[in-house]
């Protein structure tokens, strides 16, 4: 019964986190397997800590008459530290799937890209994509945002670069998180 549970859960985790990566940069996650590993490993645990918090609140409310001493503790506890995770993460998800893109972009996408014969990098930027026309970038800490452009290389360009950025999506990075 429990695994049947957990199963659900990252049934339903990982459908949700994939939709929301395709939505905010416009890349299949299967792709990319070490981010796609972290992105749907940390959504599944947000869906867990959710469901941990309700479950702590039930069987606080369910044994506080009963409970005495460290018990009573130890579950109250629980549930306030379930609660604070909760609180976090419901409140600032975007922090959560900054360090997560952050740290998984870090180790498995390249820092540079291959335009006409043109080998380009930027601080603060990976890029994915090997020897195609086209690259996904992910941006961090670019005038305090974060987000993922989208790179065609141009051939024959007439304004004197050999390619074209558009941005698929940029999100706002707290002052605290810096």
């Avoid at 606080?60 to 503790?73: N, P, S």
């Avoid at 909760?86 to 890209?113: C, I, M, N, Q």
């Avoid at 989208?150 to 304004?159: D, G, M």
Wanted: glycine share 4%.
């Amino acid at each position: 019964m429990l695994f049947s549970f957990i199963s659900i859960c990252y049934v339903l985790s990982s459908a949700f986190s994939a939709s929301l990566f395709l939505q905010l940069s416009n890349i299949d996650l299967s792709s990319s397997p070490w981010l796609e590993f972290t992105w749907k490993l940390s959504s599944f645990f947000v869906l867990i800590f959710f469901i941990l918090q309700l479950t702590t609140y039930v069987i606080f409310i369910v044994t506080a008459d009963h409970a005495k001493g460290y018990r009573l503790f130890t579950i109250f506890g629980a549930l306030i530290l379930t609660s604070l995770i909760v609180l976090f993460v419901s409140s600032r998800p975007d922090v959560v799937a900054y360090y997560v893109l952050k740290y998984s972009t870090g180790s498995e996408w390249r820092s540079d890209f291959t335009c006409e014969n043109e080998k380009i990098s930027r601080p603060n930027e990976r890029y994915f994509g090997y020897n195609t026309d086209k690259y996904t970038a992910y941006f961090f800490n670019r005038n305090g945002k974060w987000g993922f452009d989208e790179i065609t290389c141009v051939k024959n360009s007439q304004e004197g670069k050999g390619y074209t950025v558009k941005n698929v999506s940029t999100e706002n990075i707290p002052h605290w998180v810096k």
